[in-house]
Every structure is written in C-alpha cells, then in structure tokens.
C-alpha cells in the first residue's frame, strides 16, 4: 500500500500529554518534513503545510520522486493511504483517522512504555553485563541522594521520562544543583512522576541500531549507523559505516546485546520501527574504553533510520548532516554536498538544513 509520512517529531512531548506546541517548535517540524524523502517512493505522500519552491520541487527527479510528492492542503490528502507516523501518538492517530488513512498503531500504552526512561533504564540493568549507568527518581531527595558523593568535578545529566535528541534534560556538575535546575525537577517530577539521573560518560562513539517489528515474524536488523553529535551531545547527523571492511568488535556486541530488548518489546506487542542508541565511552577508573548498548530506546523512527534510506538509494557509503548552513567545511577544495531540504519555506529561510556529503 502507499504510504502517508506524518512528521509529528515531536512524538515525545506528545507521549507526555495536554503539550502546547510553541511556534517555534511548529516551524522546526514544518521544516522537518524533508527528512522523510529518505525512504519515500515516487507512489507515497508527505505532509508539509508549508509552500516549498518549485526549484527543490523539480530537483526530487534525480531521485525518482514527482513534485507532488508533498501534500500542503488537507483536502488533497488521497484516501485509503498507508499512514505512517514519526512516532505513535494520540494526536497522530486523530491526524490519520480525521483523514481517511489507514492508521494501525501498536497499543499506546505499550509505546508510551517503551519511549519512556523507566523503561529503559529497568531493562538496561536487568539485561546487560554492564555497570549500572542511570538511577530512577521519584524525589528530588532522591536526586540529591545520587549528588551527595559525587567529586567536585563529576558530571551528570538529568533526563525526563520522555526525552529525545537532547531535549527535554539538564546538565550539572558536582553535588549541587542551582534552584532552576530544582524548579525543572520538581516540574518533571509533578508531570511523568519520575526522572533518570545519570553519570555524563566520556563519549568515544555512538550507533544507531535500527530494527523493526511485524506482527508473526521475527524482528529485522534493518542497518546499523555512526551516530553523530555535537559537543552538548544533540543530534548532528548519521554516517554509514564502510561495508568494504568489517565493524569494530564492539558494534557487534552492541547489536547483540539489543536483541533481548527487540525481543522483549515484540512479546508486549510492539511493532513497527525501533533504533537503538550504543556508546563507547572512556571509564578513566578503568582506564579502558567500555560499551553501553542501551543507551537510548526509541520506540519510533529514527533520524538514523532516515538515514540508512539514504544510502541505499546513493548506493554508497556517506554522511546525512543537520545543522546550520553552509557548512563549516565549505571552504575545502572538492567539497560536495547534495542539499537534501528545500532553502526556503513560505518564503523564509530554512534554518534547520539536511544535506549528503
């Protein structure tokens, strides 16, 4: 069936309920909608409220798409459609179903479970051999319980029970916090009634592990992707790994070591995409590099996921950057980029860029 790409990626805050979208996370969606392009075939549709230029609109040819592939206006929404959404949510669901698409969503309870942190975190303790990296909290007592021997100079990060991309967290040092980190906390706590405190870990590498559920099979490993982050540790783009040589010891153990998780999720009956984020972190007790294999579960599609499409239709190994524009290594000789989103959106510019390099 053809298929209706919906691009609520902001799914978690919809996880957490009565969510507001503030404007300018509306324009950051709307300029979003191009990630989709990755997977889209010239029979499927996107969502994009938004006048996107003719220019990009004919340039979708060198990729087998037609200009119509965007759908502006809700009454052109063709009916019967395959609907697929950036993550499964109530609001998605009204979307699909207000318009006639065919929505089948795996039970919500069981998503909002598997996106959130205390999830996660229980699973990650239960079913690896590695060191116990996060704490859930109920209190703030309970936080400053995990601050109190802490060095002066340890790092961690405190994250809501439904969080992405960087999102929806606050950074510290030592054992204090400032009374606007409290606020935050106490804030989250009143929301979601949990956060997960944990040690800021000396970042080597990061993979997305990109599996997906269909009912009566078993999972399938789609593609495994060099994540890439900036130095707050948000999302900069995906990087396929060289298929001409085989991967580091490590990804593999981390690919293995997801498996339960894919296992466990399809027996609650999950399905549909799910990436998982690993690291490789130095542990300076050690003095050794280590793996955490479940470091992030998204129960949802991911940018890494996106990305893999990507390189399939390019047939080549390559890197999927989102970032400012243009890029900081513009001024290097024999640069290529393939710009992968249009310049402008109703005739403002796009601040939020994807290109192919």
Not at 253 to 280: E, Q
Not at 296 to 317: H, P, S, V
Request: charged letters at 20%.
């Amino acid at each position: 069936m053809n298929r209706f790409f919906f691009g609520n990626f902001d799914f978690e805050e919809q996880l957490q309920g009565h969510f507001q979208r503030p404007a300018k996370l509306e324009r950051l969606i709307l300029e979003m909608a191009s990630c989709w392009l990755a997977i889209a075939d010239a029979e499927d549709h996107i969502w994009c409220p938004g006048e996107i230029p003719d220019q990009f609109l004919n340039s979708l040819s060198s990729w087998n798409l037609p200009p119509s592939l965007f759908i502006r206006d809700a009454t052109q929404i063709p009916r019967g459609m395959d609907f697929v959404p950036w993550g499964w949510s109530p609001a998605a669901i009204e979307f699909g179903t207000q318009h006639g698409l065919a929505v089948n969503p795996p039970p919500l309870d069981i998503v909002r479970l598997a996106n959130s942190r205390e999830y996660s975190v229980s699973l990650e303790a239960s079913l690896t051999d590695s060191p116990v990296f996060a704490t859930l909290c109920r209190s703030v007592d309970e936080v400053l319980a995990c601050l109190q021997s802490l060095p002066p100079e340890t790092k961690w990060v405190i994250k809501a029970n439904w969080s992405h991309a960087g999102r929806e967290r606050i950074l510290g040092q030592g054992s204090q916090f400032t009374s606007s980190a409290s606020a935050w906390i106490t804030q989250r706590l009143a929301r979601d009634g949990i956060v997960s405190w944990e040690r800021w870990l000396q970042r080597e590498a990061e993979i997305g592990i990109q599996w997906h559920i269909t009912p009566g099979q078993p999972p399938q490993l789609n593609a495994v992707t060099d994540l890439l982050v900036d130095p707050r540790g948000q999302y900069a783009g995906t990087r396929a790994f060289d298929q001409t040589a085989p991967p580091p010891d490590w990804v593999q153990h981390a690919v293995d070591a997801t498996r339960p998780a894919i296992f466990d999720l399809a027996d609650r009956g999950y399905f549909g995409p799910i990436g998982i984020d690993s690291m490789r972190y130095f542990d300076p007790v050690t003095n050794t590099s280590l793996t955490r294999p479940l470091q992030d579960i998204n129960a949802r599609w991911t940018m890494g996921r996106l990305a893999a499409g990507w390189f399939e239709k390019l047939t080549r190994a390559a890197t999927w950057r989102h970032g400012p524009w243009p890029p900081a290594e513009a001024h290097k000789s024999g640069s290529h980029w393939i710009s992968t989103c249009p310049e402008y959106l109703d005739g403002t510019p796009v601040t939020h860029r994807t290109w192919l390099e």
